[in-house]
């Protein structure tokens, strides 16, 4: 009966990891260097201060293109595990990252301009600098067209503990993570 109970228990712990595995480190100071091939670049990194909208707390992220241009994001966990971002232009979340992995499991940004979908829990991903294992892959499809300097099509891969890792449109890699620190 005790060994019963102890693998019920032990087979509790490994499913809540699943869905509590971080794919998006948001700590201050994390940052992470992506290379684009053909020699452009661009960096992200977890800045000091929060920026609290509507009384929540969000993380701000900088990101440093190497043509000169810095944008600033807003991330944070929402109170189911939900990695999300807002949108300042219009004061709303969307979901980055959903908490439950779950292939096949799709959704749309609030403005519905964007649909993302879970493709794969467990791909391999090779770039020029390394090889990911175990990797999260969201497909992000532009459904009106309205972002005219974006792809229409990215797959997004995430790994456990290191955060996104690189991006495919349909014809190969578009850019990939050089090196990374983590706090």
Known sequence: MKILFLIQILSLIT?????????????????????????????TQVLEDFYNYHGRK??????????????INYKRKDKDGNEVYLNTKTGTESINIPSKLVEDYSWFSKDKSWKYKIIELNQILKTPVKTYENCLVIKAEQINYQDLNKFQVYYNYYVAGIGFVGSKD????????SSYELN
Do not use: A, H
Not at 18 to 29: A, F
Not at 170 to 177: C, H, M, Q, R, T
């Open 58 to 71: 969000y993380y701000q992220v900088e990101v440093k293109y190497s043509w000169g241009t810095t944008e």
């Open 170 to 177: 349909e014809y190969g890699l578009i850019s990939y993570l």
């Open 15 to 43: 499913v809540s990891s699943i869905y509590s595995q971080d794919y998006y480190p948001l700590e201050v100071g994390n940052n992470w260097n992506f290379k684009i091939p053909g020699g452009d670049s661009y960096s």
